[in-house]
């Protein structure tokens, strides 16, 4: 999932991308409107954090570009005001929650959740499953016949994407870019650690193995055949 944070105080912000970062999220970062406005329109983002104010650009004028290119992203405002106008404001202009400063960082956490399954209703989406392997989207968790497995957050986010696209072969640009918002570089092997990790967690000691190697393109995520 990746998410733009447009915040002009740079502690605050790169508190909050650490923070997302952390819980498993791809974060940009912008610091100012201007940047914030251009990256909003042009890239694809599961949602978006917007500060109110800030110099350039401000937060209702992204939000209202966004709306009227009929961009439908979520978008979750930090306010320093707790005005009932900036509320009504705000909401006529399609923002879908506010969160009001300072806050604590767990109750953003939270509401970024609740905005993204509320996007992704109806409720079957909460849930993802192949063969015995099952993910939790809602509380992050994962589990195989029944067992449960403990991911980290990076383990989690890389698990879900091969489960979305069960079937596909990722190359590990695709990979790198989704789960660790970089540029795959082939002398890293950092994703073929992950694999290896990953597998180590919800293959072994369990059957059929589900996370495959292509050999020179990628990984995918897929029942085995039976025929092999
Ligand atoms: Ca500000």
Redesign the pocket.
């Known amino acids: 999932m990746k998410l733009l944070v447009v915040?002009?105080?740079v502690k605050t912000g790169e508190y909050l991308k650490q923070g997302l970062s952390e819980a498993g999220f791809v974060v940009d970062l912008a610091h100012n409107g201007l940047d914030g406005h251009h990256l909003a329109m042009t890239e694809r983002y599961d949602l978006l954090v917007l500060?109110?104010?800030?110099p350039d650009v401000d937060g209702w004028r992204i939000l209202q570009s966004l709306r009227e290119a009929g961009r439908e992203v979520p978008v979750l405002f930090l306010t320093?005001r707790d005005s009932i106008d900036d509320r009504v404001k705000g909401l006529e202009l399609g923002a879908d929650d506010y969160l009001v400063k300072p806050f604590v960082f767990a109750e953003l956490l939270a509401r970024v959740r609740t905005l993204l399954r509320r996007r992704n209703s109806p409720a079957t989406e909460l849930n993802l499953s192949v063969a015995d392997l099952e993910l939790d989207l809602a509380r992050h968790r994962a589990s195989r016949n029944g067992k449960r497995i403990h991911l980290t957050a990076k383990e989690f986010a890389l698990l879900e994407l091969l489960v979305r696209r069960q079937g596909e072969v990722l190359p590990r640009s695709l990979i790198a870019s989704q789960v660790w918002d970089m540029n795959f570089d082939s002398d890293t092997n950092v994703i073929d650690v992950a694999i290896r990790r990953l597998r180590g967690k919800i293959d072994d000691g369990f059957h059929p193995k589900l996370i495959q190697t292509v050999r020179g393109m990628g990984y995918m995520l897929d029942l085995p055949d039976d025929n092999e």
């Open positions: 915040e002009d105080e500060d109110v104010m800030l320093a």
